[in-house]
């Protein structure tokens, strides 16, 4: 066993050591010796390309993505469920397929977070839509039995109101004056265009993500003008591991010095803190198994070394999806919308969430994906069940065992198109 002597002549770098048991001094070299061959320290360079931002960013071009929608303008107030008003409302939309004389034919496909009503190419609009291989003749959205109306959100940046509008009061955009709103403000305002058209009752609702909480809720605030509901990877009420994924992008957003508390469209584009929150959003839309199947843990370039900038396949991925979209999409509308993901539950004004739910007396058909991190299967099981504790007896559950997690709904043609498309067809309900 051996002790420490004097703190003294360490300054001569070495150590004095006594022996026990022998008695004797025993002298040991410095394992960190001073000497012109072997440096005492060697780190890392700190100089990160990542994180070195232009003084002038990118330009954002949202407003020039979408093309070839109609717009419906309204000048009437629009109440919004939480007391904001809106001095006008426009709202953009698209149609595919036609309307039957007897207007009984129509489907009304609601959008998620960042979609625009472009859900399909056509004349106007050539470029892929979002749901491009669902819709069409023969497809699960049939065209040729089908007239399928898309409205791009309420609050979004694709040609309905929102935060990048002009109000008509001040001539200025609304930036954060726009008032808050929920999924019924979304709901309400698309049956504004489905009575444009002079429809009483939509053959059915169909959506996904935020889309598969607006079908879900249509029948229940308009019971006598849903036939049937198709809703997918979605859910009754948010969960709160959701919300605080939703809240950490807003905060991440928010924190960007040019956000400017939501003014910034006369000044800088906030481009790295949207950026960052995409980056965040995307780690719930895809899955594990994919990921690991498609990055594992390879590295961007072997021939580099480790550092705190993108590193790894899969980091360079999420920046580079990241940025293509930071430049497509309104940060405020960001938050607004997924603001109003946050605050959706059917039960709301409600004795209880079997209260709410129990407004829903048509068919539906509810979808979910075992890998989906962003809304776990059990939380459609839960629609699900609660539909038929309410006394709904034509509730259909599928689960799907897909790879792609949260984005099934826009990859799984094949399995997420024939449930949706037997749904729609079946002449039993």
């Known amino acids: 066993m051996f002790r420490i002597f004097t703190a003294r002549r360490l300054a001569n770098r070495l150590s004095d050591v006594a022996c026990l048991q022998c008695r004797r001094l025993v002298r040991v070299p410095d394992p960190f010796p001073e000497t012109t061959d072997v440096p005492r320290f060697k780190g890392m360079e700190s100089y990160f390309p990542c994180m070195v931002q232009p003084e002038d960013g990118p330009e954002p071009h949202y407003q020039g993505v979408a093309k070839g929608y109609e717009r419906l303008h309204l000048t009437e107030s629009f109440y919004c469920e939480l007391g904001g008003i809106l001095p006008e409302i426009t709202l953009a939309y698209e149609t595919y397929g036609n309307l039957s004389e007897d207007k009984s034919n129509a489907i009304l496909l609601h959008a998620g977070l960042s979609a625009s009503s472009h859900a399909k190419s056509h004349e106007k609009n050539p470029d892929l839509g979002w749901w491009e291989e669902f819709i069409g003749p023969g497809r699960a959205l049939d065209t040729d039995k089908f007239f399928v109306i898309c409205v791009n959100n309420l609050s979004g940046c694709y040609g309905s109101s929102g935060p990048s509008s002009i109000n008509p009061l001040t001539g200025k955009h609304y930036g954060t004056t726009f008032p808050l709103v929920t999924v019924q403000d979304m709901v309400q305002s698309q049956f504004l265009v489905v009575s ?234």
């Open 196 to 429: 444009h058209f002079g429809i009483k009752r939509l053959h059915a609702c169909v959506g996904a993500s935020l889309g598969g909480m607006q079908s879900l809720l249509a029948p229940a605030l308009f019971p006598e003008r849903v036939g049937r509901v198709v809703s997918i990877s979605a859910c009754v009420r948010s969960h709160p591991s959701s919300i605080a994924v939703r809240y950490i992008q807003r905060r991440i957003l928010m924190s960007d010095a040019n956000w400017n508390n939501g003014h910034y469209y006369e000044g800088t584009f906030p481009h790295r803190g949207m950026r960052h929150a995409r980056e965040l959003g995307m780690i719930g839309y895809r899955s594990g198994p994919e990921w690991e199947e498609r990055f594992g843990i390879e590295r961007a370039d072997p021939n580099e070394p480790h550092s705190f900038c993108p590193d790894f396949q899969i980091e360079t991925y999420l920046e580079k999806k990241a940025e293509v979209f930071s430049n497509m999409y309104d940060p405020n509308s960001v938050l607004y919308i997924s603001k109003a993901m946050d605050m959706f539950d059917m039960g709301f004004g409600y004795s209880s969430l079997q209260d709410g739910v129990a407004r829903v007396k048509c068919p539906v058909l509810i979808l979910g994906v075992q890998t989906d991190i962003l809304f776990p299967v059990h939380q459609q099981q839960e629609a699900a069940e609660l539909l038929r504790k309410s006394g709904n007896s034509q509730v259909v559950y599928y689960e799907l065992n897909s790879k792609f997690g949260h984005d099934t709904f826009l990859l799984d043609v094949q399995n997420v198109g024939a449930a949706v498309k037997g749904h729609l067809e079946n002449s039993i309900f």
